[in-house]
Each structure stands twice: as structure tokens, then as C-alpha cells.
Nanobody
Framework: QVQLVESGGGLVQPGGSLRLSCTAS????????MSWYRQAPGKERDLVAM????????YSPDSVKGRFTISRDNAKNTVYLRMNSLKPEDTARYYC???????????WGQGTQVTVSS
């Protein structure tokens, strides 16, 4: 059974930083492209960052580029999202996603809440 467990969310002031972690089990982590998404109330779930299996390629949309950094440790089955210069509009529930293109499987975690407020 695949499990993705996110942690590291919380309440932070504008301009602050957080590091989210997502630890995976029940899958071949190194075969999965890993991503972070976020969803604010009443809005769609949007991609925040993506990292390829070996960690040599990442992608982030312009809304977070330069502020958010995705990384992974395949030895620990864990993907991270470092978030700097947080803004109130970054407030959302953040979800971890794993996709194995060869096995054609996709999995989601339960999410971790990030609230940016003074």
C-alpha cells in the first residue's frame, strides 16, 4: 500500500520560511517523479514544484520561482519543499504527489496546511 506522509506545515508570518517534507512508502521511490501541489479553499489544486527521478531537473511556476525549492533524497524516500519569502497568498493545503510513468501510477498524500499570516 502506497503512503505519502507530509509534514512541516504550520503558521508563519509573511516573509518567513518553512520546509515541507514528504516521506513515501510502498513504492519504488526512485522511479517516481515527485511533485508538490497546493489548494486554497474554493480554488483548484495547482502545481507548485516538480522534480525528476534522479533529482537533476526541477520545475516551478513563475508564482513561486526563486522562492520555493524542491529537492529529494532517494536514500530516505523523501522529497522536500523549501519555501522562503512566504506571502499570504501562499496560504493553502500542500499535497505531495508521486507519479511512476512506467507503471502508470499516481499517488497523493493527505496534505499539510500552510498558513501565512501576521
Amino acid at each position: 500500500q502506497v503512503q505519502l506522509v507530509e509534514s512541516g506545515g504550520g503558521l508563519v508570518q509573511p516573509g518567513g520560511s518553512l520546509r515541507l517534507s514528504c516521506t513515501a512508502s510502498g513504492l519504488t521511490f526512485s522511479s517516481n517523479t515527485m511533485s508538490w501541489y497546493r489548494q486554497a479553499p474554493g480554488k483548484e489544486r495547482d502545481l507548485v514544484a516538480m522534480i525528476t527521478t534522479a533529482g537533476d531537473t526541477t520545475y516551478s511556476p513563475d508564482s513561486v520561482k526563486g522562492r520555493f525549492t524542491i529537492s529529494r533524497d532517494n536514500a530516505k524516500n523523501t522529497v522536500y519543499l523549501r519555501m522562503n519569502s512566504l506571502k499570504p497568498e501562499d496560504t493553502a493545503r500542500y499535497y505531495c504527489n508521486a507519479q511512476d510513468p512506467l507503471a502508470m501510477t499516481a499517488s497523493w498524500g493527505q496534505g499539510t496546511q500552510v498558513t501565512v499570516s501576521s
